[in-house]
């Protein structure tokens, strides 16, 4: 604890050294250290997962090629020609019969032939002394060696070894083959022929060496070690040549998949992957001595990155020092100039970093309360002054509507009743339009106070206006903006009944849609121009200013609009959240 303390009360420039060299600087180069030492571990793993990873997509191709030529022979059993053509005697009889069995067999085998181009040539033998080859004419081959095996397994699938045939034209080819019975389907213990799919080992070993870059590292071995696929197509069918690696091969057991391997004073790590339901074994090997000429270059880059990095920490340690830390101490001087009660103190402001903002805000502070102190006693004088305009303000409303009510009963002494009771309607809408200085009124009191004013409106106009409030019941007490319906009544008496001469009519009507409130005003005026109607949202003083209102109030969800009418004269639609009255809401601006 009391070393602690003891760090506290450091002075910062010191805490920023301590910090920099203990949790940056020295960790900083024992990481690199650390670094270099596993490097070496770090990249012979790497390149052993690579030559996994290689030997795991050349497993999946070799095995989706060899499990599709077994598919093929499958075939053979459940095909009707197939079965047909090795059941049937070859004699003059069945010439013609055997003649299309062995044409719609060709088309089957050619297709395959030429969609498979590591595929080079079908041999179908049946019991009867029928025969058929299919691709290059052969006139030698030494696959005999495996047929007695594949009758041994009794329609089992057989992948003999590598071995070489020769073509008609005296080509010799390298080929490993799958040779498998073929057994009855409605008696499976019985044979009726036998077939032979031979290939192409290089064309093969293309398929399953997919590495761009050829490492040519990558071969196959049977389970005699001898070749099956090899880059070298010389190596194919042979035993490898190599005794040491036969040798450190058969030391590998069942669970190791590597194993160190030397030969010619280099060193080599094996990496080997069995094929499922085969006798085959992909086999990779990579080169330590490559992997460690790779390092080299590491390592000589970390070491040049400990000595820049140790550079660059320390120019940026002098950097942040002068640039952010020496700041910071002259702001804490001037602060105490402030404490001391020096209101002159100031810092340089030539940034406007986060320091900077603080250095200034500083002098805008000093400033501040420099200009408090000076203007104390005039603030509290303007202060007064403005609460007594406010009290002021807060008074006449209330005087005019008082004057109002004392006219009303002033027409009553005199018995001018008429008189007396547009006073008391005028002084009623007054009332309402006060709302003790709230923006938000009932829609029963807003209703109330458009009725006042047509009222108003009606004795001027007498038989010319007649009007109509409807109102949902399960609305009145809805929450709405003051004198939000009033201005669209008074547009339509303005100006959608000028120079009008037939009776006017106003609708209001307001009711509840889902989870809004619907107002309409609708009137028999000349109404608006179709192809004007965003104009007069947008231009007409009343509906843009209502609009305006709304959208402060309620956002996105508030709308006006104008709705076209089959008749004449104008409908405003005005839509707005169902609020009810009396939830607590924040006063609009």
Known sequence: MKRILF????????????????????????????????ANNAVQLQAIDNAKSHLEKAEKNLTATLQDIEDISSYMIYSEDFRSFLNTNNISENKINLKN???????????????????????????????????????????????????????????????????????????????????????????IGMVT??????????????????????????????????????????????????????AMDEQDDTINYSNNNEEYTVVTQPLNHTNLTLVTLVDNESVAEGIKGIQGSIK??????????????????????????????????????????TVPEGSTDEIG????????????????????????IRTRESELKLLQSQINPHFLYNTLDMIRWTARLEKAMETSKLIEQLSKMFRISLNRGSHWISLKDELTYNQIYLDLQKRRLGKNLTFTLFSDHEVLNATVLKQSIQPLIENSIHHGFENYRTPRNIYVRCFKEDTYLKIDV?????????????????DGYALSNIQDRLYLAFGDESQISIIPKDSQGAWVRITIPFIEHGVDMKESG
């Open 304 to 345: 040049l990155m400990m000595i820049v990095l140790t550079i660059l920490g320390i120019m940026a340690m002098i950097g942040f020092y002068h640039f952010n830390i020496k700041r910071i101490l002259l702001l804490t001087k001037q602060t105490k100039r402030v404490e001391r009660g020096d209101f002159s103190a």
């Open 357 to 380: 903002l603080l250095g200034i805000r500083f002098n805008k502070m000093v400033e501040r309360i420099r200009y408090l102190i000076d203007s104390k006693y005039k603030m509290e």
């Open 522 to 538: 609708i009137d028999n005026g000349k109404g608006f121009p179709s192809e004007n109607f965003e104009q007069y949202l947008r």
């Open 197 to 250: 799919i031979r290939l192409d080992s290089s064309k093969l070993y293309d398929v399953i060496e997919t590495d761009s870059r050829g490492s040519k590292r990558l071969f196959v071995l049977d389970e005699n070690n001898s070749v099956v696929l090899h880059y070298d197509n010389g190596y194919v069918g042979k035993k490898y040549p190599d005794e040491s690696f036969i040798s450190a091969i058969d």
């Open 7 to 38: 760090f506290k009360n450091w002075k910062l420039n010191w805490k920023f050294l301590f910090i920099f060299l203990v949790l940056i600087l020295l960790p900083m180069l024992a990481f690199s250290l650390f670094i270099y030492s596993k």
């Open 101 to 191: 069995l062995e044409d719609r067999i060709n088309g089957y085998s050619v297709f395959h032939l030429n969609s498979k181009p590591y595929l080079h040539s079908i041999t179908l033998e049946g019991m009867k002394n029928n025969q058929i080859h299919i691709g290059p004419p052969l006139i030698k081959d030494d696959e005999v060696i495996w047929k007695d095996e594949a009758i041994d397994l009794k329609g089992m699938f057989l992948w003999g070894g590598a071995y070489t045939i020769t073509d008609y034209w005296n080509r010799k080819h390298k080929v490993i083959s799958l040779i498998r019975v073929i057994n009855d389907i409605n008696n499976v213990t019985k044979p």
